[in-house]
Each structure stands twice: as structure tokens, then as C-alpha cells.
């Protein structure tokens, strides 16, 4: 039989069925009501384009609406939030679409706003010859101010925790040659096709944060994710803040089975869609914060300098010359 | 001189320009701030797509940049926003986009934020085959809650401006037969164009909607705009609110000069694009607020019955048989 296409189904009756997804007094309205009680929000906005970010190929549309709110909340974690209010999602599609690529891109959303918090406060769907799945995530903003430009000098940067097998999930999926002359690890197999379709972030982020503060005084925190990979982020920060990352190579936490070379060292810092955090914080909070979780790891520090990234070991430099990965 | 191409620019210097656009604390972070004072947010998203809802013909970057805050906000006003604060804006667009398509997309969209308020509090912007405009708009919610299921039978059907001159511009600009035996009038023809490039909303409705209310006790009020064409905003509001719309063909307001015929009344009834509000207020409110603007026109009623639309003469149901716009 063949299945229901969205030129099948109309308009009217598509947005009746998106509709369905949504809390009950959410629907028939062109927009959304958000209350607030004298708390700042957050908004943030994602957009996933076809071919671009994506492929039928690599990734289900459920693993796909999983992603598509994952990358969102983790950037509002990011800035500190401290609840997610919800989502509007726009979506952008061929007729020849079928509905139940619709409905499984609806169940990943759903399944990651249940593990998350978050609500989807709207939606919209038009033809388009590309799927673009855009989303602006909303959440309440916590009791730190989270920002990339508020790293100093002698802090310690940090991060939530392994990088690099996301991006090995992709080459898997997609059956990318990648450098390796023995065959990988089961596990590592498993591991990374996992955290490329399903992601996790770290949404206890905040509350652990304001739970090893010695000093309340410090309200700003340095911070970004790492989904456009470990270098890019740790950049960011070092150029939002004015300031030079001292990064130590071994201290750099990596799964106990990702091969050694300068391939991996690649796949590693430049890989993308990890969805860890990278902040940096004061010695003594960041030792107290590493040792709440085992899974947070001292990576490096700040100090006084032109923006950009060195090794300690200078032997590892030669890392920093690959170009990050650019959508333009 | 061959025009600079977003492909010459690079992903990150492209973000760098478009911070620009920005007010100077709200860059460089992936979310923005918006602070709330104990009130509560409307939130509405709307896309427009190349060859879908826009193309180069028709329309320059400029007014389609005003067009798109227009339509987002027409919305927001629609569903009883007091003040629009800002609007997110996520870019979908072709390597070989000149830069300056861009720069006047967002000089548009300053325009119109500046005639109606609200600030760009964030955007970003992807790579993709199709040019695609996706504006998510916050906006604070007023006094009353305006929405497309809270009219009542008995209550007067009113409207805030003439319909099917933004469809009529679009017929002109895209060089399309329309019916029509005698030339067009030269005012029409100009003021045509003005409505579909540069369409106005009303950003006192709601003002004007307090300012003439004599029972306060009445809060919420059957609302849409009629960006779809104004059967469709009638069509909706019947269905939402489930009772009958009976319409008085003689009351709609016509411009002057607007020819007569079956084919105009379809561009007039299911034209779109022509952002007025369509709502409905119990007999006295609606005679007060047509008295205070005389831009504001009853054109019928609502009664018990199916959802479903009428008209008072019942010669004019002819009318109803045309398809309302489609997008799938």
C-alpha cells in the first residue's frame, strides 16, 4: 500500500494533526501564551536543514527530532537556564513527504521533551524542496549568568565530558573510511552510533554548579557546548573573552578503547555534535566541581594573551592547524 | 565587479555581520536575554520559503524583510500582544547569495521593527538550496486575551481595512491576466503594489479595543488576522468558536475604485497577505469602536449552527464555493 504523502493529506488537516502533539490549550491559535513569574528567559534557535545537517541515511526522523531538541536545550543549558519552558517547532517539507516521517520526527520531540522538561508550544509546516526542521527552544534563566565572554585569566576550563564519538557514529553510519588498521572496538562501535543518534546533555549542570560555589559573589560563568566540537567551543570562549586557552593534552578525557593518532587526534577536537559543556571556572569551584562528578574533567586554563589555543605540550600544536568544520 | 557571495564570506564572518544587525548585548551568545516583568509572553513563528511564498520577481529583499516582521507581528497583535519584544530570525540560504541580498533583507526587517517596535534579539543561518525566511516573534500579552474560539453567536463580525489589494499588487508585479475588461485605475494600481510590498498593521487595535469597552467584565474577545485572505480568517473563527458566520456582502469594505465581478470578489475574499484583524464584539462595543475608527467595518454576524459561513443575501453564496490559498 502506499503510504499517506503530505499532498495526500491538505493543509487544514495537517495542522490539525500537528495540533495532536501539543498540549490541548496550546492549538488553534497562530500564537503561543508563555507565562512567566518575574523570572528572564532564555530563547535560543536551531534550524537542521536536509543534506546539510542531515540525511535520510544517517539518521531516523525519531534519532532526528531527539537531536533536533537535544541541540537546543543544551544551548539554553549553556546560557544557564534553569527549567525549559518549550519549544516552537517550524517545519519545512516536500509534499511527497509521508506522514509517518512526520510522526516519527514528533516522537523523537516528545521523547526528548519528557526526558527534559519542556512542553512543544507551537508548530508550523510549509512546502518547501528541502526538510529544515527549525526549533526555538525557550527556558527560564537560573541564578548564574552563563556566557561565553566571561572566562578570566587563571580559571580552569572544564568539560561535561568524552568528545569525539558522535562524530565516529557518523563515519560508522555513513560508512566513511576513517584511519584505522585494526578493527574497532564492539563497544566503542555501539557507544558511538549511540551518541551520535540519541545524545545526552547534562541537564544537572546548573544545580551542580551553584552547589560547589564557595564564593557566591561570582554570578558569571564562562561556558558554551561543544556541538560544533571541542575546538570551536574552547575558541569561542577564548575569543568572546579575550583571553588564551593553555590546553594540557593528557589530561583530556577520551573513551578507554578511541585508537591513538593524529586521525583520531581530529576526530577527536573537531568532531561536533558532542553536546558537552566547556566553561571555565576558579580553581578552587572547579576542583569541587570535578570531584561531584567524576565525569567533569579539568582540561586546561586561561591566561592573559591574544585569543586563541596552545597546547602545554607544544608537540601537540600541530593538532590546531585543521580547520574546523564550516556549514558555509 | 563580480558582487560578493555568502561562499566568500565563511561561516563565521557571516555571523559576525549579522550580529551587526543586533543590538550589542544581545551577540555572541547562542541565546538571548529577554526580561519579563511579571508578565505574561506571546509567542508566534512564521516562515516564508522561496517559490512558495515569496520570489525574486515579485518581491526585493527590503520589503520582504519588512513583510516577514509584518506577518509575525500582525499575529502577535491578532492574539492581543500590547508590545512586541523582539524576534529571532534563522536564514536558510544558497552559497551563491550576494551579501547585499542579505544586508537588505535585514534593512527591511529594521524597518519595520522600528515603525512597530521590538528589537532582534538573535539569528543565525544556515546553508540550503531554497532561500527560507523563519522568524519566531515574542511579543507581551495585554489586557485581554484575544482568540480565534472566543466568539459568540450574536456577536458582530468586524474588520479593520480593505481586503484583496495585496493579491491584486502580487496579480500586477507577477504580470498575471486578471479578469478584467477596462485598465485599472492608476491610484489602485499604485496602491495595490504599496499593500502587497509594504503591507501596514494596526498596532492600536488593542488600545482602540479598550478604549471603547464598557463592560469590563468581558476579557476575551474572537480574534484572527486575515493573512490567509478574510474567508479564511471568517472560516477559522467559526470553526474554532463553532457557530455560523453570516456575512453582509454589501458592508465589506471595498476600495473605490475596485472593479466588480465574480473574479474580484475571489481576489478579494481569498487574496491573503492583507494583514487586517477580523474579529468579533458583542453590538454595542463593536458600534463604539466603528464610531472611534471609521476603518473599522461590521460586515456581519455570528449565530448558533454548524461552523460555517453565509451570506445574508443569499444570492452572494456562490461566492463560497472558490478553494481558500493552499500551501500543500
Not at 72 to 77: A, F, R, T
Not at 79 to 103: A, D, F, M, Q, R
Not at 170 to 182: A, C, G, S, V, Y
Amino acid at each position: 500500500m502506499r503510504k499517506e504523502l503530505l499532498e495526500d493529506i491538505g493543509e487544514k488537516e495537517l495542522i490539525n494533526r500537528l495540533g495532536k502533539f501539543m498540549p490541548k490549550d496550546q492549538t488553534s491559535d497562530d500564537c503561543a501564551l508563555i507565562k512567566t513569574k518575574n523570572e528572564n528567559l532564555l530563547i535560543n534557535n536551531d534550524s537542521l536543514v536536509e543534506n546539510v545537517h542531515f540525511d535520510d541515511i544517517t539518521i531516523c526522523p525519531q534519532d532526528l527530532g531527539w537531536k533536533a531538541v537535544v541541540s537546543n536545550i543544551s544551548d539554553l543549558v549553556s546560557s544557564g537556564s534553569k527549567k525549559t519552558i518549550g519549544i516552537t517547532i517550524s517545519l519545512i517539507l516536500p509534499e511527497k513527504t509521508e506522514w509517518v516521517w512526520v510522526e516519527e520526527l514528533y516522537k523523537g520531540i516528545n521523547k526528548a521533551l519528557k526526558k527534559y522538561g519542556g512542553i512543544i508550544l507551537g508548530g508550523d509546516c510549509s512546502k518547501g524542496n528541502q526538510k529544515t526542521i527549525s526549533i526555538t527552544a525557550l527556558g527560564i534563566q537560573g541564578e548564574l549568568k552563563l556566557s561565553r565572554n566571561a572566562c578570566s585569566p587563571g580559571e580552569i576550563i572544564l568539560t561535561t565530558g568524552i568528545h569525539g564519538l558522535s562524530k565516529l557514529g557518523f563515519m560508522i553510519l555513513n560508512k566513511n573510511n576513517f584511519d584505522n588498521d585494526i578493527p574497532l572496538n564492539k563497544r566503542l562501535i555501539k557507544k558511538s552510533i549511540e551518541h551520535f543518534s540519541r545524545p545526552k546533555i547534562y541537564p544537572h549542570f546548573l544545580i551542580n554548579l551553584l552547589k560547589t560555589r564557595s564564593n557566591k559573589k561570582i554570578t558569571r560563568i564562562g561556558c558554551t557546548d561543544s556541538s560544533d566540537g571541542l575546538f570551536q567551543a574552547v575558541q569561542d570562549l577564548a575569543i568572546a573573552s579575550n583571553c588564551k586557552a593553555i590546553m594540557n593534552y593528557e589530561k583530556i578525557p577520551k573513551d578507554k578503547d578511541w585508537p591513538k593518532g593524529d586521525k583520531w587526534d581530529e576526530y577527536y577536537f573537531f568532531g561536533g555534535e558532542d553536546y558537552k559543556l566547556v566553561f571555565s571556572l576558579p580553581k578552587k569551584w572547579a576542583r569541587k566541581f570535578s570531584k561531584l562528578d567524576r565525569n567533569v574533567t579539568e582540561i586546561g586554563f586561561f591566561i592573559k594573551g591574544d585569543p586563541s589555543i596552545e597546547f602545554k605540550n607544544k608537540e601537540n600544536n600541530k593538532l590546531l592547524k585543521n580547520t574546523p568544520f564550516k556549514h558555509f
